[in-house]
């Protein structure tokens, strides 16, 4: 039952992403964005709380599964392919779990933060453009959406991410040639970004079962 309460505990992170936004509902596609930040960190903090992966850790995307779905449904814009979005977001989820679980006794509790501002930077990056004179030259631009989570939930979802306002000027999508970035393929990047976080995971929890075997011998 703790671990249950826990897991519930780091699922409300993503509440605030759900709230109503200037047109007075939820945006799926803001609480996707919110997402992209906080579902790495997130994993991690249910890596150091070293919850069971099974049914417990996946509990919490289990449980953002059904936010978006509500969101989806309450908010006038609808995304194409919610499916692989949420199946995009729970590897980010699993691979932050993959660090939380990986990292010692000692730096456990560091982790979540060190995770938490690699994937803010990673996010926010791309649209720097909104804050600095003038955004990214078109090459660098594409490459820092490659790599954003942003990009990666939202374009699982169907979303033209280029073209979204919130990206549009910031990054300075319209000098970036189509030829030199293409969107992602749903559920292709929806599938890959699932598996291999699941297998970060599974590979992560099989090496701290195995550290604390060892410890227990050593003891």
């Known amino acids: 039952m703790r671990e249950l309460g826990l897991a519930l505990a780091v699922a409300a992170l993503a509440l605030p992403g759900a709230l109503p936004g200037s047109r007075g509902e ?44 509500t969101v989806d449904a309450w908010g006038t814009r609808d995304l194409a392919t919610p499916i692989w979005a949420a199946l995009a977001a729970t590897g980010l989820f699993a691979a932050g779990f993959a660090v939380g679980r990986f990292a010692p006794d000692r730096l456990r509790w560091r982790a979540p933060a060190a995770v938490l501002v690699v994937a803010a930077l990673a996010v926010l990056a791309p649209v720097a453009g909104a804050l600095l004179r003038a955004p990214w030259p078109a090459e660098a631009g594409a490459r820092l959406l490659d790599l954003s989570p ?70």
């Open 26 to 69: 939820p945006d799926a596609v803001a609480f996707l964005v919110w997402l992209a930040f906080v579902a790495p960190a997130a994993g991690a903090v249910a890596g150091a709380l070293r919850l069971a992966p099974w049914p417990h850790a996946a509990a919490v995307p289990g449980a953002w599964m059904l936010l978006l779905v």
């Open 150 to 219: 942003a990009t990666l939930v939202a374009e699982s979802a169907g979303v033209d991410w280029l073209r979204h306002p919130a990206v549009y000027d910031a990054a300075g999508s319209f000098d970036i040639d189509p030829r030199s970035r293409s969107p992602y393929p749903p559920a292709l990047a929806g599938g890959i970004a699932f598996v291999l976080g699941c297998a970060l995971a599974a590979a992560a929890e099989a090496f701290a079962r195995s550290r604390s075997g060892r410890s227990a011998t050593a003891a």
